[in-house]
């Protein structure tokens, strides 16, 4: 028997594992490979059993990374992502020109878009695809050169460079302003509050904001939405009070469609930061919007500081 030149799981295997990590689900993973989902469990087991470890944790409603797992995806994403690059760019015979950014729903809908008229009258040359997601995994996609992530600033593989803080309060329509203006920072668990169930868990809910204040509270009861932009609909139609991010909603509030209420305002615990892969050269296309991401970060933090 020939010995592997690299001593790697067959190729196959390591692709039905890549998609599995990815999706973490053997359903989806068996979806996009186009086989059975046993064609993929028996996949998992063979590599499993060659590598001697576990790469998956088998819970009652689906799987999640061994710390091994997680090892292994790491570097099967970004060699994946690297080999895919290359073949695009052989296909394409010109990287100066495309760019694709990931971001979440509410920051393309209510900063990055609003703004991309500039970057497009200055660039006419450059197309930038967006990649649009509140779920970060597909931030990994292989034709992903730039991130605009809220958090912390610290992701696995990936150079973060703040571009802005934010400030949080609540907001509500006019409507329910006027119906309750004698609410305050204290009684505002006992008023119907909207809620964003985020992919991300590191975006505040009404429970952080509540107790980052000391605002003692039980059970919040109101609405529950799945994208920001959507909740943001329904506080615009009286329908509650939301967890207002002032970058994203200060159009809105100076235009008078949103109104703040109480005077609670706390520093959002994260911020918004640029990211890119440690292991890949930009394009120049990406090299260009990183550029001019950085000069309107920098004016708007001038102008609000």
């Known amino acids: 028997m020939v010995r592997r030149y690299y001593d790697l799981p067959s190729l196959t ?3 039905v594992f890549e998609a599995s990590a990815r999706h973490l689900s053997f359903k989806l993973a068996a979806r996009e490979l186009n086989v059975t989902p046993g ?7 063979a590599i499993e059993d060659e590598l001697g470890v576990p790469l998956f944790a088998r819970l009652g409603t689906g799987v999640a990374l061994t ?3 997680e090892d292994l995806y790491g570097v099967l994403s970004n060699s994946f992502s690297r080999a895919a690059e290359v073949v695009r760019t052989i296909k394409r015979g010109d990287r100066s020109r495309n760019v694709t950014i990931a971001c979440t729903d509410a920051f393309a809908t209510m900063w990055l878009v609003p703004r991309m008229r500039g970057f497009w009258q200055r660039y006419p040359e450059i197309t930038v695809d967006h990649l649009i997601s509140d779920n970060p995994r597909d931030f990994r996609r292989a034709e992903v050169e730039l991130r605009v992530r809220y958090g912390l600033g610290s992701w696995a593989d990936e150079t973060a460079e703040l571009l802005f803080d934010d400030t949080i309060y609540p907001v509500c329509g006019r409507g329910f302003a006027a119906e309750h203006r004698d609410a305050t920072a204290e009684t505002l668990a006992e008023l119907p509050l909207v809620h964003v169930d ?3 868990p590191e975006w505040s809910d009404w429970d ?3 107790r980052r204040s000391n605002i003692p509270h039980g059970p919040l009861r109101g609405r529950r939405y ?3 932009s959507v909740a943001l609909q329904a506080t615009q139609a009286d329908q509650g009070v939301a967890v207002g991010w002032h970058r994203l909603v200060r159009s809105l509030v100076e235009k008078g469609r949103l109104t703040r209420l109480t005077d609670l305002e706390i520093p959002a615990p994260g911020g918004y930061y640029l990211t890119w892969n440690d292991n890949r050269v930009l394009s120049p296309a990406a090299e260009t919007l990183r550029s001019w991401l950085r000069e309107i970060a920098e004016s708007e933090r001038q102008a609000f500081s």
Request: proline share 0%; no cysteine.
């Open 198 to 200: 985020w992919v991300d």
């Open 13 to 15: 295997t390591l692709a």
């Open 67 to 69: 710390s091994a797992g």
């Open 226 to 228: 799945g994208k920001f």
């Open 39 to 45: 064609a993929v469990s028996r996949q998992i087991k």
């Open 208 to 210: 952080e904001v509540l």
